[in-house]
């Protein structure tokens, strides 16, 4: 049983250069998200999606693109990386979303420690 | 807009000695409320959750948490730590409308003295 499987662990990037994180569920999921996490900030909401071909932003989603093509995947790009983008980066998936159901369990990938000098 | 405060970002407990994490939530309306813990280099863990059905909730590992209208709290207790349960907590609320959006503390690191 996979879960939420994110790729890569880690990462290192020139600024200036792109990249896709993978995010990939395999428990028929509605929502997923992405996260970033930094050092005495708690988790930050940057993308979101609630159902194949709809995703909306989050609280911190300057520098980031996401689609949702199909249920299972949710890629995150960073388009032009900047230093500030050095953090961990989550994503989570769960039965909330179309459904309207608030209440169940997110379930989070590994995460993705990404380094941009 | 809601938001979540942790108070404290480390506490120190000695092993067998009584967990406290405390959280507030902003909402005057009671969201879904949520404890995850996350352990090094490891993505989040779901503790518990609040949903309205009891106000105490019991969870994984021996945690439980009480539900406080009146207090717009959510503390997380557990009786006896163990030198396993250091590691970094995570209060998070999600609102009624907010399609399963987590708002998150900043996180409580505990840890736990021989």
């Known amino acids: 049983n996979a879960g939420v499987t994110q790729t890569p662990k880690f990462q290192v990037l020139k600024t200036g250069q792109s990249m896709t994180l993978q995010c990939a569920q395999d428990m028929n999921h509605e929502y997923m998200s992405w996260y970033r996490q930094d050092p005495g900030m708690g988790l930050r909401l940057i993308h979101y999606s609630v159902g194949a071909g709809i995703t909306d932003q989050g609280e911190v989603p300057n520098g980031y693109n996401v689609s949702r093509s199909t249920t299972e995947d949710f890629p995150l790009r960073l388009l032009s990386a900047a230093p500030s983008q050095t953090s961990v980066y989550f994503c989570?998936?769960?039965?909330?979303?179309?459904?309207?159901?608030?209440?169940?369990?997110?379930?989070f990938g590994q995460g993705t420690r990404l380094t941009v000098v | 807009a809601q938001s979540v405060t942790q108070l404290g970002s480390h506490v120190s407990v000695s092993e067998g000695a009584l967990v406290l994490l405390r959280c507030n939530y902003s909402s005057s309306v009671p969201p879904y409320l949520f404890w995850y813990v996350q352990y090094p280099n490891q993505g989040l863990q779901l503790l518990l959750k609040y949903t309205s059905a009891a106000t105490l909730v019991k969870g994984i590992n021996g945690f439980e948490a009480e539900f406080k209208k009146s207090e717009t709290s959510f503390h997380l207790t557990k009786p006896s730590a163990h030198m396993s349960d250091a590691a970094e907590y995570f209060c998070?609320?999600?609102?009624?409308?907010?399609?399963?959006?987590?708002?998150f503390g900043k996180g409580t690191k505990l840890s736990v003295k021989p």
């Open positions: 989570a998936s769960s039965y909330s979303g179309l459904r309207g159901s608030m209440n169940t369990e997110a379930f």
């Open positions: 998070a609320v999600s609102d009624v409308g907010s399609q399963g959006n987590l708002i």
